[in-house]
Structure formats: structure tokens, C-alpha cells
């Protein structure tokens, strides 16, 4: 299985998550991913969801990471230097924060968290349906990758 790896520093500013949108944008293209496939926005969505996070709840950098396999499967990485697991929490009706994990865990296929190093890696992926021939197992499993912010 080949796999394509690409990664992003972003800094400890809640004005990072529009530059790491706009890069994963770009990025998500190269990849094949139509702008106009779902896919590409879910893939969107979700990294601004895990970048907030991070560098909102955590007030240290991060490492926005995006692994493309070549059967289609994409994996979203963003690691930060906090030892603190992450806390999902239950929105009630107008709180305009705390549905963040939700939103993650009802648009992935999967998602996690790992410690890593000093800090903690949460991630999620998403499989390519469409490039699945019917009646054969959905997506590709990608396996976790290291990074050390």
C-alpha cells in the first residue's frame, strides 16, 4: 500500500485554524479528491474541528498531519504536546461550544486518540466509498504515525 504523508506546524492561535483550512484545501486536491466530492468537504470539517481543539484547549502547537492511501482511505493526525486526553463533552441546546468530538465522531469512520511522546495524537479517518467495488470491505485502515511537537 502506497501512502502519501503530509504535515503542518501550526502555531498556539486560534487564527491558525483558517491557514491550516486553507492548506489542507490545497493539499486534498493534489491528493485526487475533488473539490466537489464530499469527501473533500468532511475532510475540511473535521481538521478544523481537530485543530480547534488543540490549539484551543490546549494553548500549545500542533501537528496537523493528512495520509492519503492509495485505495482511497485518508487519516487525519493532529498531535500537540498536552498530556491531557481529550474530553468529549455533550452540547446542550444554545451552548456555542462543546460539540466539537461529536461532530468528529459522527462524520469519521473511525477516530482515536494515542499518547505520544510528552503530548497526545488524536486522529480519525475516512474511508473513499466510492473507489470501493461493491460487496468488498470498506476503506483502508492506515496505521498510526509519530510526530513530536
Known amino acids: 500500500m502506497q501512502v502519501l504523508q503530509v504535515q503542518l506546524v501550526v502555531g498556539p492561535d486560534p487564527a491558525e485554524v483558517g491557514r491550516a483550512r486553507r492548506w489542507a484545501r490545497s493539499r486534498i486536491a493534489r491528493s485526487g479528491i475533488g473539490d466537489d466530492e464530499p469527501l473533500a468537504e468532511t475532510l475540511v ?14 494553548g500549545c502547537p500542533a501537528v496537523l498531519r493528512m495520509l492519503f492511501a492509495a485505495e ?17 463533552r455533550h452540547a446542550q441546546g444554545d451552548d456555542t461550544n462543546g460539540r466539537g468530538l461529536e461532530l468528529v465522531d459522527g462524520l469519521a469512520d473511525r477516530w482515536g486518540w494515542q499518547p505520544e511522546g510528552a503530548g497526545k495524537s488524536i ?27
Open 45 to 58: 470539517l473535521l481538521i478544523s474541528e481537530l485543530v480547534t481543539n488543540a490549539v484551543v484547549h490546549t
Open 123 to 149: 486522529w480519525c479517518e475516512l474511508d473513499r466509498v466510492s473507489s470501493v467495488p461493491a460487496g468488498s470491505p470498506s476503506g483502508v485502515s492506515l496505521a498510526p504515525g509519530r510526530v513530536r511537537c
Open 72 to 88: 482511497g482511505g485518508v487519516r487525519v493526525e493532529v498531535a500537540d504536546t498536552s498530556d491531557r486526553p481529550p474530553q468529549p
